[in-house]
């Protein structure tokens, strides 16, 4: 599994980023974004299953973020809107151990691909 992660950056709280992520070996796993935090636990942030594009999402990114894919691709975007401070991370994107028609699970992942950093500064 090679998945590549990019699109992180520098923005101002209440702005806007969008992250990608490439599974340039074709896997056709679901896949998932999770963020880790200097001094805190990893936290899965969202995920959207192969089988029909059913997606989940933590609730501190709820009506903020949105996961999308385009599989001719084998992309996976996440659209992040209005950040916040709370935001600032390490994203990755991860293959998910468990998803099928109509849900997606964020509890662990198999493989991971090298993140990319989130900073929301003023």
């Known amino acids: 599994v090679q998945l590549q992660a990019s699109g992180g950056g520098l923005v101002q709280p209440g702005g806007s980023l969008r992250l990608s992520c490439v599974d340039s070996a074709s896997t056709g796993y679901s896949i998932g974004w999770f963020r880790q935090a200097p001094g805190k636990e990893r936290e899965g942030v969202a995920c959207?299953?192969?089988?029909?594009?059913?997606?989940d999402y933590a609730d501190s990114v709820k009506g903020r973020f949105t996961i999308s894919r385009d599989q001719a691709k084998n992309t996976v975007y996440l659209q992040m809107n209005s950040l916040k401070p709370e935001d600032t991370a390490n994203y990755y994107c991860?293959?998910?151990?468990?998803w099928g028609s109509g849900y997606c699970d964020m509890s662990e992942y198999d493989a991971r691909g090298q993140g990319t950093q989130v900073t929301v500064s003023s």
């Open positions: 991860a293959t998910l151990m468990r």
């Open positions: 959207i299953s192969n089988v029909d594009g059913t997606a």
